[in-house]
Nanobody, 116 residues
Framework: QVQLVESGGGLVQAGGSLRLSCAASGRIFSRYTMGWFRQAPGKERELVAAISWSGGSTSYADSVKGRFTISRDNAKNTVYLQMNSLKPEDTAVYYC?????????WGQGTQVTVSS
């Protein structure tokens, strides 16, 4: 059984930075591509960044490219999302999951609020 716990969200001014963490339980963590997803009020959940099991390959949504960086530490079963130059439109609940996501793995997420 895999459990994913997100942390690191908060309230930040536009232009600021946050670093999100996703701690995974279970031995399968290192075998999967991991993704960070977000859901803003009234919008569908979207993938913002993904990283291969080895960390050697990453991909980003156009809206965050150049501002966000995804990374992982398989020894710690943790995936990170460094978010810089935050914009009000980045306000959302952020989740991690394997990519493509599995519904039973969704956690509570962590709220990111960017004020203008």
């Amino acid at each position: 059984q895999v459990q994913l716990v997100e942390s690191g969200g908060g309230l930040v001014q536009a232009g600021g930075s946050l670093r999100l963490s996703c701690a995974a339980s279970g031995r399968i963590f290192s075998r999967y591509t991991m993704g960070w997803f977000r859901q803003a009020p009234g919008k569908e959940r979207e993938l913002v960044a993904a990283i291969s099991w080895s960390g050697g390959s990453t991909s980003y949504a156009d809206s965050v490219k150049g501002r966000f960086t995804i990374s992982r530490d398989n020894a710690k079963n943790t995936v990170y999302l460094q978010m810089n130059s935050l914009k009000p439109e980045d306000t959302a609940v952020y989740y991690c999951n394997i990519d493509p996501p599995v519904s039973v793995y969704w956690g509570q997420g962590t709220q990111v609020t960017v004020s203008s």
